[in-house]
């Protein structure tokens, strides 16, 4: 067997906390139609923030800090884009690189955060009982708690009525001017509920890693979008709370292939060039899929003795 | 209902590009008014449509809809008022959301739903969804929950149209809405118009270039050219009034022919 149980469950840790950053993705790309590339910078500063709130002994605190964080940079780079007319991808850039100064101020003017031996969300769940089993899956039934709750707000959250504004944005621009909708309004509001999930994942990781670096969250963006091309490659367009399972999925089938990667011994210096090769075969799967339809219809006729 | 007092934009001004796209637009619609507006090639009938939408501010003058100045309202707030189908039948409507997604869009322009944020579509609201569509006579009630982008260029104007009238606005902007569209859609788009345009007594204003439709619809006719309105007839004088007169009076007023390549005269 090329994976142990083991490594298949931090896969799937991983895969939770990174589907966060792909739901993240899937708000601001898929929906919103926006490249928000500030994302690398949000998910350190989710766990720069909720590290330092945990330390300072408020472990429930750490989540919603965290997220309230990345609302924060969300509407910063909204407000460029909306109000000051700054170009989206332009937007992120500069937000991202103002975070890392804050990123660092919030850690205190140093570059890595130890949370050893602090009481985290984490740790106290582990804490709740002695069963082996609990505390061997603990991390990950919390996680998946979260996913969870995280995927039906979101899933509810866009059938709402400023839920469809927001996704009439992204869809037909020309129809939002024409309507009722300030595109201004709906944009800051899907930036802001966006990082606020890059922010909670970064916290999570945080809490897991129980400790943080000032460039982890470096790359970040790749690996997401990478995750969300993967689920809405296999799961298609088609309703909301479908994609959202498809956002997940892809998180997690990343993590699994990288898992694989692992076991089988690739050095870790390739893993960049692997993550590359995800992504480009998930981009080209629907292109190759179609490739081999019109093949396969071009031996069929050849078989049946048609001249082409 | 709508007064425009001496509207003028230039675009570009002072550069090659120069362009004075309304020149001193002077026009007030009553009530119920039915407008249709015809003009040659860049006279300034879309852009018109634009001042008053408020995609652009004027230079001068001013807007007056309802007895509100609305001159430097934001083009999002104006459209809670206005209701406006462009000739593209793909401009109106989300291609990725379903028939009853895109109403509830629409639905939101009343003041009931205008800070409801959270608000779902109640079942109350699916009914009525139900109801407006079956009225369109095309079956789309029971596709409610399919994605527009798989409705055809006329279903979906018909459905645009349906949006931007369902909360009946102040004044309706029609910028060609069925030249795009197959002679029997257009006639059956512009069918849906004209009932729904009298059943609610709409203020509407909408540009064609089929000259025989600018004088069979609606209550009066306007004709611009370069940035003016240099036509407007009502009332008897319309009521006798053929194509050739019509074309006859432009060529007067303006001395030269109406120039426009996709002009419909029969």
């Not at chain 1, 205190?108 to 949370?115: C, E, F, M, R, T």
């Not at chain 2, 006579?137 to 018909?158: H, N």
């Not at chain 2, 600018?214 to 003016?228: V, Y």
Request: aromatic fraction near 6%; hydrophobic fraction near 45%.
């Amino acid at each position: 067997m090329l994976l142990s149980v083991e490594t298949l469950r931090t896969a799937l840790e991983m895969g939770a906390i990174y589907s966060l950053v792909a739901l993240a993705l899937f708000i601001s790309f898929s929906i919103l139609n926006i490249a928000d590339l500030s994302t690398d910078g949000c998910y350190t500063l989710g766990f720069a923030v909720g590290a330092i709130v945990t330390l300072a002994g408020h472990p429930f605190l750490a989540l919603p800090a965290a997220m309230l964080a990345g609302v924060l940079s969300g509407f910063v780079t909204a407000f460029l884009q909306t109000k000051l007319g700054v170009e989206s991808i332009l937007a992120g850039i500069i937000v991202n690189t103002g975070l890392y100064t804050v990123n660092l101020a919030v850690m205190g003017w140093s570059s890595n955060l130890s949370i050893f031996g602090t009481d985290t969300l984490l740790s106290l769940a582990k804490g709740l009982s002695e069963n082996t089993a609990w505390t061997r899956w603990s991390t990950l039934i919390v996680l998946g708690v979260i996913l969870t709750a995280v995927a039906v707000v979101t899933a509810l959250f866009f059938r709402t009525r400023l839920g469809l504004s927001i996704r009439a944005t992204g869809d037909n621009a020309d129809m939002v001017r024409a309507s009722s909708i300030n595109p201004a309004f709906t944009i800051t509001v899907g930036l802001c509920v966006a990082n606020s999930l890059t922010g909670l994942a970064g916290c999570l990781t945080g809490l897991v890693n129980k400790s943080c670096d000032i460039n982890l969250g470096t790359g970040m963006v790749t690996v997401a979008l990478a995750s969300l091309i993967i689920g809405e490659t296999m799961f298609g367009r088609f309703s909301i709370g479908l994609r959202i399972v498809g956002v997940i999925a892809g998180s997690c089938i990343y993590r699994i292939i990288i898992a694989v990667a692992l076991a089988a011994n690739v050095p870790t210096e390739c893993f960049k060039l692997v993550s590359a090769l995800i992504v480009a075969v998930a981009i080209a799967m629907p292109q190759g899929r179609k490739l081999i339809a019109l093949q396969r219809q071009k031996l069929a006729r050849r078989k049946e003795g048609a001249p082409c | 209902m709508l007064k425009l007092n001496d509207i003028a934009k230039t675009f570009n001004p002072g550069t090659v590009n120069e362009k004075k796209a309304l020149d001193g637009v002077k026009l007030h619609l009553a009530p119920g008014d039915f407008v249709t507006v015809v003009g040659s090639n860049g006279a300034g009938k879309s852009t018109l449509f634009h001042a008053i939408a408020g995609v652009f501010f004027p230079d001068r003058g001013s807007i007056v809809l309802d007895g509100e100045e609305i001159t430097f309202k934001p083009e999002y707030q104006r459209s809670r008022q206005l209701g406006r189908l462009f000739q593209d039948p793909m401009k109106g409507t989300a291609p990725h959301m379903t028939i009853e997604e895109n109403l509830a869009l629409a639905y939101l322009r009343t003041a009931k739903h205008q800070h409801a944020y959270f608000s779902r579509t109640g079942k109350a609201d699916r009914a009525f969804f139900r109801d407006q569509l079956a009225r369109l006579d095309m079956g789309l009630e029971d596709r409610m929950k399919q994605p527009v982008g798989l409705l055809s260029g006329g279903q979906r104007q018909a459905l645009t149209l349906l949006m931007s009238t369902m909360v009946p606005p102040k004044i309706l902007l029609l910028d060609e809405h069925t030249a795009a569209l197959d002679p029997g859609t257009a006639e059956k788009v512009l069918k849906i118009t004209r009932e729904v345009v009298a059943e609610h007594k709409i203020t509407t204003m909408m540009v064609t270039h089929n000259m025989h439709q600018a004088l069979e619809l609606g209550s009066r006719t306007l004709m611009m050219d370069s940035g003016r309105i240099v036509l407007d007839v009502q009332g008897e004088e319309r009521k006798n009034m053929t194509v050739n007169d019509l074309l006859e009076r432009f060529k007067a007023r303006v001395g030269e022919d109406l120039d426009n390549d996709r002009i419909l005269l029969s």
